[in-house]
């Protein structure tokens, strides 16, 4: 995705000094389990993947679409705050 003076993916913010979103973990894990979520072919896959996820975890199912919640407000946040 590129935005103006920057591109998410690797480019410092055009108006900071911060480190290169790239390098930033806590942008690219979230952006990561988004773009997992947004490629999966069907809701079976989902619902497959997210059981899994859950018993290997030791979580439940919901416990895990919270994670993928939290995910998305940390990307969305990181969009509005980094791409101007």
Known sequence: ???????VAGQRCADCQAQPLWDNNEIQFARLLCELVANWEDDTCAKHTIRAVARSMDLTPDQVNELFDRADAVWEKSKRDNCR
């Open 1 to 7: 995705m590129t935005y103006e003076d920057e591109t």
